[in-house]
């Protein structure tokens, strides 16, 4: 098996790396190909990456090339982690928000839409390029904001496509360290968008742990380290009874998000910028042959057993579940039938389908319902370069609903990234 990787430079690569190197028998993995557009970068990124191939014994082939049609050429799955724009472009994205006193985040809100535009057309492109390079491949998308761009692939570019986000499988296990029980006896009632989603139950051997979890929290106190998934008031959790992701405190405490994230001496993205550096600084070292400690404060935790285990699913033909992005197909009926959801799936040779749900109630509903209805117009005004798509994406925005910001943001977006949206609005 051929797999490629567009993005191949990132500092996430090894971590990626080190799943497929521990699999790479079950795949029948021979050759992975790693692609960017930066050089120098995926030349250190690569280097380190066949350092560790060989620590490990590897009986495997690892290429770079900048150029995507070679990458692609012949490959079984194609994984994208691509971020047009870089640090500095998500570093401009968090402060677009924070200066009009909105959430200011790389996924969420304003910075998210920015970010959708500058990534979907590329990532269709990519599509395009598949289409003639490797018809039968599947794309994993892993590249944010994913459930954006998995709708725009889905509706736009190539139906073998699945979005994924590490955050479903840090739930799975954060929940089977505090019920104290091997992972594989979860699963998640798990529902919602890409970083809007909702676990309404945890089931362990069948059985729903998640209000005896909740009241062994509660009993224990309030300890500083709380995670973000339950730090709200007690009588909100008891009233959802449910574990909303972390991404939903921007809409349940706007306020204390955007003043926190406004008191922060650094963006994320300069925090990260930082972390990257000095990965690629231990990159560079020869004797450098494990994965080092200091990638796990680069994010995206798990990001390579949530690949692999997707992978491995569909290459193996296994029917497993796994909580990924793809086509609602009438799975949440509140929601359009071709529009991307977040949900548990079954996995196997045909790609991934929703498995049977209860219908969310009004109070998850009607937030999804709203951005979902931003999500289509933003996937709409990316692909046609549509100025008016920009505006109402905005306007639809539930952390924007404002007209006249929604065309203040859309001129400064386009400013602020040089986008140019087609005259007459693209409609």
């Known amino acids: 098996m051929k797999l490629a990787v567009i993005g191949g430079g990132s500092t996430y690569t090894p971590e990626l790396l080190d799943g497929l190197l521990a699999h790479a028998a079950a795949l029948s993995l021979e050759e992975i190909v790693l692609m960017d557009i930066d050089a120098a970068r995926l030349e250190v990124v690569s280097g380190f990456c066949q350092r560790m191939a060989r620590h490990q014994g590897a009986l495997l082939t690892i290429r770079t090339t900048p150029d995507p049609d070679q990458a692609i050429e012949g490959a079984a799955f194609v994984l994208t982690q691509i971020r047009v724009g870089g640090q500095a472009g998500r570093h401009r994205d968090i402060q677009l928000g924070l200066r009009h006193d909105l959430v200011g985040q790389e996924t969420t809100g304003v910075g998210g ?5 500058r990534t979907i057309p590329v990532m269709l492109d990519l599509c395009a390029r598949m289409e003639l390079r490797c018809p039968e491949a599947w794309l994993i998308n892993f590249t944010n904001p ?7 692939l889905l509706k736009h570019g190539r139906e073998r496509s699945i979005g994924l986000c590490n955050n479903p499988i840090n ?3 954060d929940a089977a360290r505090l019920l104290g029980v091997d ?3 979860i699963e998640l009632d798990y529902i919602g968008l890409n970083h809007l ?3 309404r139950r945890i089931l362990v051997d ?3 742990a998640l209000p005896g979890a909740l009241e062994a929290l509660r009993s224990a106190g309030r ?10 008031p007690e009588e909100l959790l008891r009233a959802l009874g449910a574990v909303p992701c972390s991404y939903l405190r921007y809409y349940y405490r706007t306020r204390s998000a955007v003043a926190a994230l406004q008191a922060r001496p650094k963006s994320r993205a300069e925090e990260v910028a930082e972390i990257e550096r000095a990965l690629l600084d231990g990159y560079r070292d020869p004797a450098q042959v494990v994965k080092p400690e200091a990638l796990s404060r680069r994010g995206g935790a798990n990001y390579s057993r949530a690949a692999v285990e997707l992978i491995l699913a569909i290459a193996g033909d ?6 990924v992005n793809v086509r609602n197909a009438g799975a949440i009926e509140a929601l359009p039938f071709d529009c991307a959801v977040e949900l548990d799936c079954r996995v196997d040779a045909q790609g991934a389908r929703p498995l049977p749900l209860a219908p969310p109630g009004p109070e998850i509903r009607g937030l999804m319902q709203h951005v979902k209805a931003y999500e289509e117009l933003a996937v709409e005004a990316a692909v046609r370069q549509s100025r008016k798509h920009a505006i109402l994406a905005l306007l639809a925005h539930p952390l924007v609903a404002d007209a006249d910001l929604a065309v203040e943001l859309t001129d400064e977006i386009a400013r602020v990234h040089g986008l140019r949206f087609l005259a007459g609005g693209g409609a």
């Open 113 to 117: 839409f920015a970010k959708a535009l």
């Open 146 to 152: 994913s459930g954006l761009v998995t709708e725009a």
């Open 171 to 173: 739930l799975r296990l």
């Open 183 to 185: 992972p594989d006896r």
């Open 197 to 199: 989603s909702w676990v």
């Open 206 to 208: 069948g059985q729903d």
């Open 223 to 232: 300890p500083a380290n709380l995670p973000e998934e339950l730090d709200y």
């Open 318 to 323: 296994t029917g497993s579940h796994h909580v």
